[in-house]
């Protein structure tokens, strides 16, 4: 009798995947990838925590004050069709033309009659 069959009958056997027996390893393996993946992120933020608080007053100061001046001035994004991009390669947002523009804000005249902008 030749060993070739029977080296293959044995590669064969060691190439075929092992039925998975479900007895919780699977439940455990993804509590430990969650585990692992909580502490990388905990890592990170606690890497990251002293750029955040460096950058808290110019978000405070600066980027607030001007995102909400920006959402006043931009009602409803809904409003809006997509963004073109002209051949010259200006943008465009063009205001959707089924909806109705926002009441228009009266400026706030000061006691000389000086209208701030």
């Given amino acids: 009798m030749k ?10 056997a060691a190439a075929c995947p092992v039925a998975a027996q479900d007895n919780g390893d699977t439940e455990r393996g993804f ?5 692992g993946s909580r502490m990388i992120l905990e890592g990170l933020m ?6 955040i608080e460096d950058a808290r007053p110019f978000f405070e100061e600066e980027m ?5 001046s920006l959402g006043s001035l931009i ?3 809904s409003a ?16 959707s033309p089924d909806r109705p523009w926002p ?7 000061g006691e ?5 902008l």
């Fill in 3 to 12: 060993p070739t069959p029977i080296i293959l009958a044995l590669g064969l």
């Fill in 31 to 35: 509590d430990l990838l969650r585990e």
């Fill in 112 to 116: 000389s009659g000086d209208v701030e």
């Fill in 64 to 68: 607030l004050p001007f995102l909400e």
């Fill in 80 to 95: 809006y069709e997509m963004p073109e991009r002209l051949p010259n390669g200006d943008i465009i947002i063009r205001r």
């Fill in 75 to 77: 009602d409803d994004l």
């Fill in 103 to 109: 009441d228009p804000e009266e400026p706030e005249v």
């Fill in 46 to 51: 606690d890497d990251m925590r002293p750029m």
